[in-house]
């Protein structure tokens, strides 16, 4: 097998590396940078824009300028995250909890220094776990039903405590909470029937997740600086915003464990089809913090919170092409978007495909490799230009975040409803954050409620009405339990720093 794979591998390598293929590589991570980092022009949306581009191409070449667009999407929606506190895709959402705060002190460049250097490890050790481990890693996901799903989104759900300060952890489940009743407007997937449209036709579908995230920290980031422009919100202008932008070798080895526990977390949620780079970024966020010595430092901007969720959100790229190329189920909504490319190709995704077209396959999956080292230098580049946005005066940065977040919640679904929904959360994330509401919790709620309510239906359906189902099947037990644990362990550190400060 050991031979099979370098000999695969070799193949790859030949088949790929030509100058028109890296061009058109570099092209597409240049794209894909520039995609994310405007708001509301998610990953899905800049491959799909790209596909047809595709067509007069050799499949090789096709692939690898999607999958450069696919890495240079996701983390340049850590630009923008940084920089303006505007998650430039939901991926990036974690990002800015540290991010920003390190921008606010003045170390916007190191922020973004930290945010490559972990995108390129994450990066990198997905397209290596996808190019050693695919089908045995494809396996162990389809084991993966209702149930499990359902007990992965409770364990998503206890990261609430963790993303709460311990002062306001009332605050935060009742953020949480919230963020939960606004995954429930729309049809109920099951019997059909509308909650909370109020006779609206354009809430049928729900509220969408970009349009949410634009209005809660974009639109929302406008108002503050319009109703407070000399406020400790708007964006400072230091001039050490350029300076010792990568992170020194004792930083880095600082953060060694928290970028290979993200990279790893990051690729097995790519994995799992149905979630992705926003989970992934969560989950490590939290666990970065719940590992953290000090977990009360992180969101008042620390290197360790951005480099947690930019190498998972990264790796992410890599673990969901792991059931595509295996199996020909997509991870995430980007991969279901690649999965039209190999299809228009001739491609069928699938065990036959590693066997049948070896040449395309560990082709693809090197130009990943190849994507990254390419993001790589050109974020490098624009280490030094990046931050120039902060030198703008904020009476003309104000109106363009106005324009982007517009134009962002419009593009998704070429809806007004959209843009609607996104300065209603804008003027809810001012008014929430005025009274000390955390908004990260909200965005969870979001994003996993649907998930839980169709896993719980679907195991209640297969099951006849029993809860013992979520019992009986080992994997889902061993969910519960680490929900449990998870939720007790983050409850006894919030006591014993509690405890800390009353000593103090």
Same mark, same amino acid.
């Given at each position: 097998?050991?031979?099979?794979?370098?000999?695969?591998?070799?193949?790859?390598?030949?088949?790929?590396?030509?100058?028109?293929?890296?061009?058109?590589?570099?092209?597409?991570?240049?794209?894909?940078?520039?995609?994310?980092?405007?708001?509301?022009?998610?990953?899905? #949306?800049?491959?799909?824009?790209?596909?047809?581009?595709?067509? %007069?191409?050799?499949?090789?070449?096709?692939?690898?300028?999607?999958?450069?667009?696919?890495?240079?999407?996701?983390?340049?929606?850590?630009?923008?995250?940084?920089?303006?506190?505007?998650?430039?895709?939901?991926?990036?959402?974690?990002?800015?909890?540290?991010?920003?705060?390190?921008?606010?002190?003045?170390?916007?460049?190191?922020?973004?220094?930290?945010?490559?250097?972990?995108?390129?490890?994450?990066?990198?050790?997905?397209?290596?776990?996808?190019?050693?481990?695919?089908?045995?890693?494809?396996?162990?996901?389809?084991?993966?039903?209702?149930?499990?799903?359902? #007990?992965?989104?409770?364990?998503?759900?206890?990261?609430?405590?963790?993303?709460?300060?311990?002062?306001?952890?009332?605050?935060?489940?009742?953020?949480?909470?919230?963020?939960?009743?606004?995954?429930?407007?729309?049809?109920?997937?099951?019997?059909?029937?509308?909650?909370?449209?109020?006779?609206?036709?354009?809430?049928?579908?729900?509220?969408?997740?970009?349009?949410?995230?634009?209005?809660?920290?974009?639109?929302?980031?406008?108002?503050?600086?319009?109703?407070?422009?000399?406020?400790?919100?708007?964006?400072?202008?230091?001039?050490?915003?350029?300076?010792?932008?990568?992170?020194?070798?004792?930083?880095?080895?600082?953060?060694?464990?928290?970028?290979?526990? %993200?990279?790893?977390?990051?690729?097995?949620?790519?994995?799992?089809?149905?979630?992705?780079?926003?989970?992934? %970024?969560?989950?490590?966020?939290?666990?970065?913090?719940?590992?953290?010595?000090?977990?009360?430092?992180?969101?008042?901007?620390?290197?360790?919170?951005?480099?947690?969720?930019?190498?998972?959100?990264?790796?992410?790229?890599?673990?969901?092409?792991?059931?595509?190329?295996?199996?020909?189920?997509?991870?995430?909504?980007?991969?279901?978007?690649?999965?039209?490319?190999?299809?228009?190709?001739?491609?069928?995704?699938?065990?036959?495909?590693?066997?049948?077209?070896?040449?395309?396959?560990?082709?693809?999956? #090197?130009?990943?490799?190849?994507?990254?080292?390419? #993001?790589?230098?050109?974020?490098?580049?624009?280490?030094?230009?990046?931050?120039?946005?902060?030198?703008?005066?904020?009476?003309?940065?104000?109106?363009?975040?106005?324009?982007?977040?517009?134009?962002?919640?419009?593009?998704?679904?070429?809806?007004?409803?959209?843009?609607?929904?996104?300065?209603?959360?804008?003027?809810?994330?001012?008014?929430?954050?005025?009274?000390?509401?955390?908004?990260?919790?909200?965005?969870?709620?979001?994003?996993?409620?649907?998930?839980?309510?169709?896993?719980?239906?679907?195991?209640?359906?297969?099951?006849?009405? %029993?809860?013992?189902?979520?019992?009986?099947?080992?994997?889902?037990?061993?969910?519960?339990?680490?929900?449990?644990?998870?939720?007790?362990?983050?409850?006894?550190?919030?006591?014993?720093?509690?405890?800390?400060?009353?000593?103090?």
């Amino acid at each position: 097998m050991g031979i099979n794979l370098l000999q695969n591998i070799a193949l790859g390598v030949v088949s790929f590396f030509s100058l028109t293929n890296l061009l058109l590589i570099g092209i597409g991570t240049f794209c894909g940078i520039i995609i994310g980092a405007m708001p509301g022009l998610s990953t899905t #949306m800049g491959i799909a824009l790209f596909v047809p581009f595709t067509f %007069s191409l050799s499949p090789i070449a096709g692939l690898a300028m999607l999958g450069g667009l696919y890495n240079g999407s996701v983390y340049g929606g850590s630009i923008s995250a940084i920089l303006l506190r505007t998650p430039g895709t939901a991926a990036s959402c974690a990002t800015v909890f540290d991010g920003y705060p390190m921008t606010q002190k003045g170390q916007g460049a190191k922020a973004l220094g930290i945010a490559l250097v972990s995108s390129f490890i994450g990066g990198i050790l997905g397209a290596v776990i996808l190019l050693s481990l695919a089908p045995p890693l494809a396996s162990f996901a389809l084991s993966f039903g209702p149930p499990e799903y359902f #007990m992965v989104a409770v364990l998503g759900l206890t990261i609430i405590i963790s993303l709460s300060d311990d002062k306001s952890l009332i605050k935060g489940f009742l953020a949480g909470a919230f963020g939960l009743l606004i995954a429930t407007v729309g049809f109920d997937t099951i019997e059909g029937f509308p909650r909370f449209t109020f006779g609206n036709v354009g809430l049928y579908d729900g509220v969408s997740l970009v349009p949410a995230l634009i209005g809660l920290f974009s639109f929302s980031q406008a108002l503050r600086l319009c109703l407070k422009p000399d406020s400790k919100n708007a964006v400072p202008a230091k001039s050490n915003l350029i300076g010792n932008a990568l992170p020194s070798w004792t930083e880095l080895h600082s953060i060694r464990k928290t970028l290979l526990r %993200s990279s790893i977390i990051g690729t097995i949620v790519g994995i799992l089809p149905g979630a992705g780079a926003d989970i992934a %970024s969560f989950v490590s966020y939290s666990e970065a913090k719940r590992k953290s010595d000090r977990p009360e430092t992180f969101g008042t901007g620390i290197i360790e919170g951005v480099a947690a969720s930019e190498a998972s959100n990264n790796a992410v790229v890599g673990g969901s092409l792991v059931p595509l190329l295996t199996l020909g189920i997509p991870g995430n909504s980007a991969s279901a978007v690649l999965l039209g490319g190999l299809l228009i190709h001739g491609l069928n995704p699938g065990p036959m495909l590693f066997t049948g077209r070896p040449d395309v396959v560990y082709g693809f999956i #090197m130009s990943l490799l190849v994507a990254n080292v390419i #993001m790589f230098v050109m974020g490098l580049a624009g280490l030094k230009i990046f931050p120039q946005v902060l030198r703008v005066p904020n009476k003309i940065l104000v109106p363009l975040i106005i324009v982007f977040s517009v134009a962002g919640s419009y593009a998704i679904q070429n809806s007004f409803m959209d843009v609607s929904l996104m300065l209603v959360f804008g003027v809810i994330g001012v008014v929430l954050e005025h009274f000390n509401f955390p908004l990260a919790p909200i965005v969870l709620g979001i994003i996993l409620g649907p998930i839980a309510e169709d896993a719980l239906w679907q195991s209640l359906i297969i099951s006849n009405g %029993s809860y013992a189902i979520f019992f009986t099947r080992p994997i889902s037990l061993v969910l519960f339990v680490l929900s449990v644990a998870s939720i007790l362990y983050a409850l006894f550190n919030k006591y014993k720093q509690q405890l800390l400060r009353r000593n103090a």
